[in-house]
């Protein structure tokens, strides 16, 4: 029987604020000739409430030695907190100054569907659009696109729904990358 090692952090929310944390990957080289350079993958977590907070307790299955990239997003009201942290050992460590963003919300009175989503060869997305209402993602439904030979994705946004869209774009430096937010509609 193999031994599956992990790594695991908690966090405590006060009220009115959720808490999500993505782990961010580079691409392997292999695939990253077309495809983005970066991905992420939103991390499990448990929840137990104590008092008026939540402690969340996040899990990281494969810990690599030179850390894992950490991006963390605690939404309010009306804003989300952005931070990036890498899980070091048994230590999450955080940037000392999170980046406040004040978001518009994403509104529409009809139902809309975003396209054309480009994926890694390993079916991983550099996008993701939040719920703000579940803070949940909206998963994408697949399909090839014969014209340029991708498989892609599209989402159907709902009408009167608030949205909150990131992605990991590449940075000026191969092995950087930049979080990029706002509406699910982002200009290329």
Known sequence: MENIEGKHFSITDSQNVKTVI????????????????????????????????????????????EGNRLAIFSFGKEKVIINNGILAGNRVLIEKTPLPFVFKKYYEDT??????????????????IIDLDTVEEVKPVLYFDEVTNEVKGKCTLKAHKNYFAFEIRQGQENDDYILVGGSPVFDN
């Open 22 to 65: 993505y782990e961010i990957n580079k691409t392997e080289k292999e695939m990253a000739k077309n495809a983005p350079k970066f991905t992420i993958q939103r991390l499990d977590y448990t929840e137990e409430f104590v008092g008026e907070k939540t402690k969340k307790t996040f899990y990281v299955d494969e810990p690599r030695p």
């Open 111 to 128: 139902d809309i569907e975003v396209k054309d989503f480009t994926y890694t060869p390993n079916l991983k997305r550099p996008i993701t």
